[in-house]
């Protein structure tokens, strides 16, 4: 599984996460590998990379904040919405390759921050691509059923606010 971390700046990083079993995990980051060794101890998850040495591990939900040092992440579990990093608020550009499901919207029609867009399927999962302005939609640059590469610009929005 994918997770993104954006700091409050808009730059981002992702980890790739695979469970090899209950007691080791396998991260892959910037394409350098590294097995965690995992061990429950009253309640509490902790990991270590050399078995020695170990430290108690963060539980993460969806969109869930984590703090480290002097940074602050919000997490994303399988996805990055659109529209956070590249292009702005109003560009909603596709992450992962995928295929558009739903088109909730039409070029002209008027929408509010928050709200979604379109459904796309990427990984075997419906994603709510959500409104990241209130505007109205200038382009719709995609069609329901229509695969997609990542880095794609599905929609825009010209902001009002």
């Keep these: 599984m994918r997770y993104y971390f954006m700091n409050q700046d808009m730059k981002d ?3 790739d996460v695979e469970m090899l079993s209950s007691q080791v995990l396998e991260i892959t980051h910037e394409g350098r590998k590294q097995t965690l060794k995992i061990k429950n101890l009253a309640g509490k998850r902790f990991y270590s990379f050399d078995g020695i040495a170990w430290k108690k591990l963060a539980n993460l939900g969806v969109n869930e904040t984590l703090v480290s040092n002097s ?6 579990r399988g996805y990055k919405p659109s529209g956070l990093n590249k292009g702005g608020a109003g560009a909603l550009i596709t992450q992962m390759p995928g295929k558009v499901v739903k088109l909730m919207f039409k070029e002209g029609d008027k929408i509010s921050k928050g709200e979604t867009v379109l459904i796309l399927e990427a990984m075997k999962m419906e994603n709510e691509i959500k409104s990241g302005a209130e505007g109205i939609i200038k382009s719709v640059n995609v069609k329901e059923g229509q695969a997609l590469e990542a880095g794609f ?8 606010k």
């Design 153 to 160: 610009l599905m929609v825009e929005i010209e902001e009002t």
């Design 71 to 76: 940074e602050v992440y919000k997490v994303f």
């Design 13 to 15: 990083f992702f980890l």
